[in-house]
């Protein structure tokens, strides 16, 4: 639910605060699907990203008490997500280090039914994949999940203007792409 | 369709379902910081006696002075605990030009005190300065880190190193007081070494944190088929 009511959450946010198993299951259904196509743009593997899915909400639950009542639930829950996704990737750089294998390849950007809100068609989906990350988390936080630019930097950590300039960037790639793609 | 909460996961939430009690605003929580802070700043002098030269000084560069590094001092802190709500941490600019404001007021102070009251010119004693900022510096750098970790830090290490280069602020405020030697070498050397220290221990505590959330994390994603 991409742009979905902030103050739905907002209720079931302070509800599963309150000890309430009903606030923490819609919380996962109104957020589970969005959050599961934002995972799976970040790490490119839908296993993966169903893990990481779960792993989120799992420090949602750890951090519940640190969501302040009345603030947005989304720049919250998003942060959480991204921060779950980098913490993986460290222990992914770590364990690789530790075994000394090869760097793995990237499996195929899959676009499954609930992650096609977030690549749109199929074209689209293949040009995303093709935008350095950090470019690409910004588009998909701003035009997908409907997310501020504001609370896109609250979530990566950038000003609100650098998250402007970061999207003004990709959007000037994508076109880029489909013009080459498209020629 | 959204897929149903894995039955895994939901044991594992309906397991830990207390109510929890929502965190108070950093603002608020920094209040328990600024209280130490104010406690200090009234007991250190009262218990030590201000500098001997402070009367040369004059109200401004005396208070004036270890009042901008206080506030300075909160304002790094409080960025620490906003470090630890998901979606209100500081961007990197932010951090960087709040380090960097933090630098300048040490400077500036350092500066301006030597100009008005050029002596004693020496640089030492300075271990004895070290430390005691450093002693200082400590309960204020426990007490933020307390704070941010009843939170839920995104980057530890970041919020690490804003409290304590926070902490050391607010105690080189206290030892403005007391420290007479205006000499910049022996400032910037050892009450800016004291700042720098306890920020490197923050920073350090923070990466400790950090890496035991990755292998909690690794472990958890492990354990999954």
Sequence with gaps: MAGGNEDRLGQLMVAYQQG????????WEALSAELLGYLRSLCRDPHRAEDLLQETFLNLHRARHTYLPGKPVRPWVYAIARNVFLMSERARRRRLAHEQLAEEELPEVAVASSATAWEGAKDLGHLLAKLPEKTREVLLLHHVAGLSFREVGKVLGLSEGAAKVRAHRALEELRRLAREANP | ????????????????????????????????????????????????????NASQLGFWLLWGATAAEALTGLLLVFLALREGIPGLGASVGVVASALG??????????????????????????????????????????????????AYPLSPPRAGLLGGVGAGLLADALQHLVCPISDPRHVLVWHLGAIIFLGLLGLGLGLLWQARRVRSLEEDLEGKP
């Design chain 2, 101 to 150: 404001a933090a630098f300048l007021v040490e400077l500036g102070v350092a500066l301006l005190t030597h100009a008005r009251c050029p002596c004693p010119a020496r640089f030492g004693p300075g271990v004895a300065c070290f430390t005691s900022e450093t002693l200082l510096g400590v309960p204020a750098l426990v007490l933020t880190l307390i704070l941010v970790v009843r």
């Design chain 1, 20 to 27: 309430d198993a009903a606030g923490f299951e819609g919380l």
């Design chain 2, 1 to 52: 369709m959204t897929a149903p909460v894995p039955p895994e996961l939901k044991a594992k939430v309906l397991s830990h379902l207390e109510p929890v009690r929502p965190l108070a605003p950093p603002a608020v929580r920094l209040v328990l910081v600024a209280l130490w802070g104010l406690a200090a700043l009234v007991g250190v002098p009262a218990l030590v006696g201000l500098r001997f």
